[in-house]
């Protein structure tokens, strides 16, 4: 593991820097993405920011949707999830009570 992490850091300081290809974009927007920098944010670093968020997000999505498949083929295999009919069930009867709840304390 540690040989690993070291072998990464001296592969990431090797690395020569890369950019990222330039966009077309309409004066207006450029006006309006100019006006939310923020005091001596340069245009480069909030389009950086902006796609290392973006490349975060997607990361995210990802993993969330692996974990879900995951976990579905998993509650396939055990058999030990609760039908979406079951959990609906439950669902209404809480709002039934909420309801109900409700309309008792308007009275």
């Known amino acids: 593991m540690v040989f690993s992490l070291v072998s ?3 592969y ?10 330039p ?12 006006c939310v920098l923020e ?4 245009l480069s ?13 997607r990361q995210h999505q990802a993993e969330f949707v692996r974990r ?8 396939k295999l055990t058999g030990a ?3 979406a009919e079951t959990v609906v069930a439950k669902l ?3 709002l039934a009570l909420a309801r109900q709840d409700l309309s008792h304390r308007r009275e």
């Open 8 to 10: 990464q850091e001296q």
């Open 92 to 94: 209404e009867a809480k």
């Open 45 to 57: 670093e909030f389009v950086e920011s902006a796609v290392r968020q973006s490349v975060l997000k």
């Open 12 to 21: 990431n300081c090797n690395m020569k820097t890369a950019t990222i290809p």
């Open 81 to 83: 999830g609760v039908s």
């Open 23 to 34: 966009i077309s974009v309409e004066p207006e927007f450029r006006a309006q993405v100019e």
């Open 68 to 75: 879900g498949i995951e976990s579905i083929n998993e509650t």
């Open 39 to 42: 005091q001596g944010e340069s």
